[in-house]
C-alpha cells in the first residue's frame, strides 16, 4: 500500500468513527485532496471531478470540504480575499506563495516549532494556532518574467 493509500484510508476511517458515511463523490473529493499538492480550491475541486461526476455541484464540493474540516482532515487557507484553498497536510508547515500565480508549496522548518511557546511567555497570550506564509517567485515564473 502506497502512503498516499494509507493516508486515503486513514481519512475514511476517521469520517466512519465520526459516523459520516462515504458516498463516490466523498471519496473521490477527499482521494484528489491527499493525491494534488496545489492546496486547490473547491472550484477547482469541482472542475477535476465534474466529467467523473457529472451531477455533483460545487455546493457538494463546498459541502463536503466543510465535513472534512470538521472532522479534522482538512485546513482550510484564506489569504487575502481570493478563495480558500484546502490543505490535506494537517500536521504543522508553513507555505510559500508564488505572487505571480498563486502556486502555494508546503515546507517544514522545526526552528519555528517553540514560536506558540514564545509567543505565550514574551505576551501572555493563550496561544491557539499560527500560521506563517512566505511569498515570492516560482521558479517556472522565474523564467517566464
Do not use: W
Not at 463546498?62 to 497536510?89: H, I, P, Q, W
Not at 514564545?118 to 500560521?131: D, P
Amino acid at each position: 500500500m502506497t502512503q498516499e493509500e494509507n493516508r486515503l484510508q486513514t481519512a475514511v476511517d476517521t469520517l466512519k468513527d465520526a459516523g459520516v458515511r462515504i458516498t463516490p463523490q466523498r471519496h473521490a473529493i477527499l482521494e484528489y485532496l491527499i493525491q494534488t499538492m496545489s492546496h486547490p480550491t473547491a472550484d477547482e475541486i469541482y472542475k477535476a471531478l465534474e466529467d467523473k461526476f457529472p451531477n455533483m455541484s460545487v455546493a457538494t464540493v463546498y459541502n463536503n470540504l466543510r465535513v472534512f474540516k470538521g472532522a479534522g482532515l482538512v485546513k482550510e487557507l484564506t489569504y487575502g480575499d481570493s478563495s480558500s484553498r484546502f490543505d490535506c497536510v494537517t500536521t504543522d508547515h508553513y507555505h510559500i506563495i508564488c505572487e505571480s500565480c498563486g502556486k502555494i508549496v508546503d515546507f517544514s522548518y522545526p526552528g519555528l516549532d517553540e514560536v506558540e511557546d514564545v509567543a505565550k511567555h514574551v505576551t501572555g497570550f493563550k496561544v491557539a494556532n499560527h500560521r506563517m506564509e512566505v511569498y515570492g517567485t516560482c521558479p517556472e515564473c522565474q523564467k517566464i518574467h
